[in-house]
Structures are given as C-alpha cells and as structure tokens.
C-alpha cells in the first residue's frame, strides 16, 4: 500500500523488490529514464487533453485506481547495483533500443536494462511531452515483444532524478528569514568521474549536465552513461605534470552514431606575472566515429595548479561565462552544454577535489548593476544638496505700512 505523501527509501524499496528476486521466473526489465517525477503522469496527461503521452496498454489495463510510489533519488541512483548484488542476473543493457535479434534463455534470470531517451532540460514543455510520448512507445514496443515471445517478466520504471523538486517548508524554518535561493539537492548530485593511473589519480571530472547536439537536430546526453552507469571509456586518458588529457569514449551514444570520444586538453604552465603555476582548459575536441575531427578553443577556464575550477555554465553558447569557440568547420555543427562543471587535472590530494576557483568574478553584473545604480542616485543627490546650498535670500523686503521699496536699477 502506498500513501499519499509517502517516499519510499532505499531499504523500503529493497524490501518491497523482494518478490521479485524469490519467484520462478526472474526476468525483469528496467527502464531507466534521465528524469521523472510523479507529476508528470498528470500533469502532461490532462493539461494537453488528447495528447495524452502514456498510451501504453499496461498502463491502462489497470484494474483499479494506479498508484504510483514516489522513490528517494537516492535508492533510484543506487537501484541498479542492488538489483545486480540481489542475485546471479545476466545483465543485458538495450541502447538502440532493438530487441529483435536479443537472445532471451528463460531458464536463467535476465535483467534487461533499457536506457530511454534523455528529457532535454532546454526544451519547452510541448517538446518534452513528445520525448515522453516516444519513451512510453519504446515501453510498449519492448514489452509487446517479450510477450510474443511467450517470456513472463516484470517491469519497474523509474529515473535517475526528478524532474520537478518542491520545495519543502517546514514550521521551524518558517520561524526566521532566509534567502529565497535556488534549493540544491545534496542527493541529486553525481559522483565524479576520476582517471586513476596505477594508485594516483590524476583527473577529476563532475557535472550535473552533460549534453551534446549534433547539427541542431540530434540531442545527446552523456550525463548518466558518464557518472551515473559510467558506460564510458577513459582508458585512452593520459597524465603527466605538465599536461592531462581527458578522454571519454561512447560507444553507440544513439542512433546514427557508433562512437563518439571527446577530450579535455589540459596544461599546467609556469606564469612569471602571478609567480605561481596554473592549470588551463585550452582545447576540447570531439571526434565521430573515428573520421569527423571538431575542436574547440576554450576562452575562461584557468584556475591555480593547486586548485580545481568550477562553473556554473560552460559550452557553445555566447552569453556563457566559460565559451566553446569552434576552431574548425566541423566545430560548428555541435552544440556543447555542461552545467556545473568542476574539473582537476593536476595535484589531486586525498582523492577529492581541491578548492574550487570559479569562473564568476568578484565583480558579478548584479554587482555592477547595483554600484552604477549607487552612483547615479548619489549624484543626483550631490547635485540637489549643491543646488540648495547655492539659494540666496532678498537682502531687502517690503514693508506694506511703509512707502514703497524703491530699489535702483544698478543693484
């Protein structure tokens, strides 16, 4: 029974997933999105009437009301080590999402492992109605065709994170003011990926956001497949003291594409001015299925050799504070978005990050826009003192009992 209001937990959800893991036929299919939440079952399927997203036949042949569990984002991120440790699964992961030629033995447990595709968080709502539309299609077409096969199964449906974060307020905290800020989730944060060369770690990766677009039309994003199921290759990175190379290899990112590497081109140089050693992002290049070659000059990614750099937005885009500048025809065909970046590729201590130099200055445009508003008014307030010091009173006044004040024309 689930309630209203009620979160299940990590070690609810493991207790609840038992069944699962003790009966006969132990063949379970996991479809795994970017982003979800409870919401969205009815906020995209009554507020566009017969656009309704979620079509699919097991869906509606509910026998009853549906209710939905809202899970912890952190036994969802976790969901898929617990399921491989909760028995001997062989695991099968489903990319290009054809299961037509996937060989199911019956006989032995399977877990199926279905990445949908990512909900773009630049899009407007219409758009991520139909990536919903699309992802609840791929559910009816895997399912419709385990059932023709006469395989019995069970289905769990979740992501990584949600996709709507209420804010919650509680009555002690309503006691006392706060900044209305934007409320960070510690729980929906990915571990980073680290390169480690023998027992020395040499790089450190993190973003909350990791999206690609190739030619405006394909959208791809290697957030989870980088830190989340880290289906990534980085064995082609490289680690010296002078120079780190970071290189992230996908293979079949998505259709169309067989494989796809990216590297972050990093140096540590010796600078006379500041009399210290800094760390500088100067190139990313992006290399397609092993022919098409882009590359990327960065402009505002530096930070001391000791520390690692963090930003809040990094990519193509002019108004970013850290830019992408295509160097090569090829460049500007891709689009590149990375939210929250943090990255050290020199003198990693303890296996963490170091303190964080950002790319915001001291001097933010909110803080210029208030210091120019300050002067303006002070001004305009020097300016009327000065005016009113400058006054002058007659020196002589008329008397109305008196004769008429006379006053010549040389005064």
């Keep these: 029974a689930v309630h209203e209001g009620q979160v299940v937990s990590a070690q609810e959800l493991t207790v609840l997933l038992q069944p699962l893991f003790t009966q006969n036929s132990r063949n379970l299919v996991l479809f795994l999105q970017d982003r979800l939440s409870i919401d969205d079952f009815t906020y995209f399927s009554e507020s566009y009437?017969?656009?309704?997203?979620?079509?699919?036949e097991i869906l509606q042949s509910s026998p009853s009301t549906l209710v939905l569990p809202a899970v912890d984002c952190k036994a969802t991120r976790s969901l898929l080590s617990v399921l491989q440790e909760s028995g001997d699964w062989k695991l099968t992961n489903i990319t290009n999402l054809d299961i037509s030629q996937l060989e199911v033995n019956a006989s032995n447990p399977n877990l199926l492992v279905v990445q949908l595709q990512p909900l773009a968080s630049d899009l407007k709502e219409i758009s991520t109605l139909e990536a919903i539309?699309?992802?609840?299609?791929?559910i009816g077409r895997v399912t419709m065709d385990l059932q023709e096969r006469g395989i019995h199964f069970s289905v769990i449906y979740?992501?990584?994170?949600?996709?709507?974060?209420s804010r919650t307020t509680g009555v002690v905290a309503e006691l006392r003011r706060h900044l209305m800020a934007d409320e960070e989730e510690d729980s929906l944060s990915y571990p980073p990926l680290n390169v480690t060369i023998g027992n020395y770690t040499c790089i450190f990766f993190h973003a909350s956001n990791f999206s690609l677009k190739a030619n405006n039309s394909v959208s791809i994003d290697l957030t989870n497949a980088t830190f989340l199921t880290q289906n990534v290759d980085i064995s082609a990175s490289e680690c010296s003291d002078s120079n780190t190379t970071l290189s992230l290899k996908y293979t079949k990112p998505v259709n169309g594409i067989s494989s796809l590497e990216i590297r972050f081109l990093m140096t540590n140089k010796f600078y006379?001015?500041?009399?210290?050693?800094?760390?500088?992002l100067y190139s990313v290049e992006i290399v397609q299925d092993g022919e098409k070659f882009a590359k990327f000059n960065v402009s505002g990614i530096s930070a001391p050799a000791e520390y690692s750099f963090h930003c809040q937005l990094v990519g193509t885009n002019n108004l970013y504070p850290a830019r992408l500048v295509p160097s090569n025809n090829e460049a500007k065909n891709w689009d590149v978005f990375i939210s929250k970046l943090q990255i050290q590729g020199f003198n990693i201590i303890n296996n963490e990050f170091s303190y964080a130099s950002d790319c915001t200055g001291f001097f933010t445009p909110g803080i210029w826009m208030g210091l120019v508003t300050t002067i303006i008014l002070l001004w305009i307030l020097t300016y009327g003192i000065h005016m009113i010091m400058q006054l002058t009173t007659n020196s002589r006044f008329d008397d109305p009992k008196g004769?008429?004040?006379s006053v010549p024309q040389t005064e």
């Design 49 to 56: 009437g017969n656009k309704n997203p979620f079509q699919n």
């Design 158 to 165: 979740t992501a990584v994170r949600p996709s709507r974060i």
């Design 403 to 405: 004769p008429a004040l």
């Design 133 to 138: 539309a699309e992802n609840d299609k791929i």
């Design 272 to 280: 006379e001015v500041s009399a210290r050693n800094w760390s500088t």
